[in-house]
């Protein structure tokens, strides 16, 4: 099982791969190009809805402390 990371660390997660970030900044340069990447296809369309409908907690399901900040995308 991985190691919980420090506090205030990987509180930021991109939906469309699965990384973590630790600053909101981070993850929105990283997440422009790595949605379009994502939405180019059906599957990844389907898989990328379903992970901006599902809240996510730090370090992913191994926390039930405060969710994850999603990324700069709003859901409609």
Avoid: I
């Avoid at 660390?9 to 994502?38: D, I, M, S, W």
């Amino acid at each position: 099982m991985p190691t919980p990371a420090s506090p205030d660390t990987n509180q930021f997660r991109c939906n469309a791969c699965g990384r973590y970030f630790t600053e909101a900044p981070e993850l929105a340069a990283h997440e422009v190009e790595c949605r379009t990447a994502k939405v180019a296809t059906e599957e990844g369309r389907r898989e990328l809805e379903r992970e901006d409908s599902h809240p996510h907690q730090p370090n992913d399901h191994e926390s039930t402390w405060d969710q994850f900040k999603h990324g700069t995308r709003t859901l409609q």
